[in-house]
């Protein structure tokens, strides 16, 4: 059976809820943002356009924000 466009959503949310997992929406300036994840080494430069890869290099971010010790 597939999930028609809310349902599936839905499903989503639920699962990522169960996992402890939450979807953030932030809004940053686009240019700064990319630059720093590129001279941090966390995006490729010929990525900086690349929706999917800048939201990849922000997981790393917040996953090494995360995990560091104070």
């Known amino acids: 059976m597939q999930l028609n466009g809310s349902t599936a959503r839905v499903a989503r949310h639920r699962e990522r809820r169960r996992n402890g997992l939450r979807v953030f929406a932030i809004e940053a300036d686009e ?6 994840l ?4 966390l ?6 356009d690349d929706d ?15 995990l560091e010790k104070p």
């Open 38 to 41: 590129i001279d941090a080494g």
């Open 52 to 66: 999917a890869a800048i939201t990849c290099a922000l997981q790393r971010l917040v996953k090494i924000f995360v």
């Open 43 to 48: 995006l490729h430069p010929a990525s900086r």
């Open 31 to 36: 240019v700064l943002v990319t630059e720093k």
